[in-house]
């Protein structure tokens, strides 16, 4: 008879009933054996050949359930069971291929087949964020900014600091559109909530390219309210970014925190040399990252996760892994064959990934091909034709070309609307060697007064002879 159909007698089961229950353990089962969903964890231990974490919860399932005989192979035990565990492991393999719709309808299919059976929260809410994620994807890969507002709205969890790579896209798709204002507020969203300092740092660099010197200090004002005891680092980074603009740091920092910030600055990728020898620098910009795409979070990861024979959008995403792996000859066969099954968006992306991988390997002249032929986004292009005004000025001071090297450093500073550092330093070299001592003094002394680094004391002094 069931134990809720036992009439207890008067006066006696209730407090022996009380008294069992006050000396058994909280988690204490009145089932005698463990169900199917107490074995999932030996289960998969076992299949694991986790033997400690195995041991340990073989223990804990025997103090829980002391009448219990443990089977001899917990996974051949199941072969009958009702437990659809084949059918979990699909329904997970399907949400991480992108397969969504197919993953809820083996979720359907395996509820009918097993009656007892519900789908674990976690399953149910890995499918509906890995649905919006790839929702988000597709409408910033088309450049629908509104679909993509309003999918991060209806799961604004798409927008979290565990997932810092989309706002960072979001933002930049904003900015294409010229909606600035809502790309600084997304930017600012992030210096107040996320407690990654590395990726506040990443937040600043790319809000630096299209806020405003007042929205700049409002940035830097709250991440050094939040990270004070980082306040060198970010007095340093503030005077790069600031430099990189030709302008002056704030006038209120401390003498001292100049100093620091000073030999923070980013480090000037030229060999200084006499005024008759030619310095060599190496490509300054072989591994800056574009403005107009964020760089995958784990590549290495991403790669190892991602099928050769994906979707498209999939395709292109492993392309990027390999492009941020530094492996560029590999995601240049990989961006051909994203290019090849892709949507219009997706092409395009292709082939803009195409360009960089070639510029990455010195494949200045092909890149510009590739960027000649194809309907680019205004940002990507103008990342690709500088990157190639880049690499041909400093090719062209290697080579001893002086006069190109100028000339395309001129062109470089031109088109991004002010003269990078680093290439400004390599540009008064090149003066120098064709004998413009006087020009070059004048080059090395306005970079001195903007930020004093040995590198320009260094240029003052060899100009001067």
């Known amino acids: 008879m069931p134990p809720h159909l036992i009439r207890p007698r008067p006066g006696r089961a209730p407090a022996l009933l009380l008294a069992c229950l006050l000396v058994l353990p909280a988690s204490w089962s009145l089932a005698q054996t463990p169900s199917q969903d107490d074995l999932r964890a030996l289960r998969y231990y076992r299949s694991q050949n986790d ?14 359930f002391p009448d219990w005989t443990p089977p001899a192979d917990p996974l051949a035990a199941i072969a009958g069971a009702a437990d659809p565990s084949v059918e979990i492991d699909e329904i997970y393999r399907l949400i991480a291929s992108g397969a969504f719709d197919a993953a809820d309808a083996r979720i359907g299919e395996t509820r009918l087949n097993h009656p007892g059976w519900t789908p674990p929260r976690d399953m149910t809410e890995l499918l509906e964020l890995s649905r919006a994620q790839a929702a988000f994807d597709l409408a910033l890969a088309s450049a629908d900014l509104g679909r993509a507002v309003q999918v991060s709205a209806e799961r604004p969890v798409l927008l979290s600091c565990e997932r810092i790579n989309n ?49 700049m200090a409002q940035l830097f004002a709250e991440t050094r309210r939040r990270f004070p005891a980082r306040a060198t680092a970010w007095d340093g980074l503030e005077t790069r970014l600031a430099a990189g603009h030709g302008q002056l740091p704030p006038a209120q920092r401390s003498a001292s925190a100049r100093t620091v910030a000073k030999t923070a600055s980013a480090p000037v990728r030229t060999n200084p040399a006499p ?117 041909r000025g400093v090719q062209a001071y290697q080579q001893g070309k002086y006069e190109r090297a100028v000339a395309f450093l001129d062109a470089y500073a031109e088109l991004a609307g002010f003269e990078r550092r680093d290439l400004a330093i390599l540009r008064a070299y090149a003066l120098m060697n064709m004998g413009k001592r006087q020009e070059a003094h004048a080059a090395f002394q306005a970079l001195h007064d903007a930020l004093a680094t040995e590198e320009t004391r260094h240029g003052l002094r060899a100009s001067a002879r």
Not at 183 to 207: N, P, S, W, Y
């Open 51 to 64: 033997t400690v974490s195995y041991e340990a919860e073989l223990r804990r399932l025997r103090v829980q």
């Open 167 to 215: 706002p960072w896209r979001l933002a930049e798709a904003q900015r294409a559109a010229g909606a600035t204002d809502e790309a600084f507020r997304l930017m600012q969203g992030i210096v107040r909530t996320c407690g990654d300092a590395d990726h506040v740092t990443a937040t600043l660099e790319k809000a630096d390219a299209f806020a405003t010197p007042g929205q």
């Open 275 to 391: 005024a008759a020898t030619a310095a060599t620098p190496a490509p300054s910009s072989s591994g800056a990252a574009p403005l107009s795409r964020s760089a995958t979070r784990n590549p290495a990861q991403c790669l190892a996760g991602t099928s050769p024979g994906a979707t498209s959008g999939q395709a292109l995403t492993r392309a990027w892994c390999a492009y941020d792996l530094q492996r560029p000859l590999e995601a240049l066969g990989l961006f051909r064959r994203a290019e090849a099954t892709g949507s219009a968006g997706q092409k395009r992306d292709a082939r803009f990934g195409q360009a960089l991988a070639m510029l990455k390997l010195g494949m200045a002249d092909s890149a510009a091909r590739v960027a000649a032929a194809t309907a680019l986004t205004h940002q990507q292009r103008l990342d690709v034709e500088l990157w190639i005004l880049d690499q």
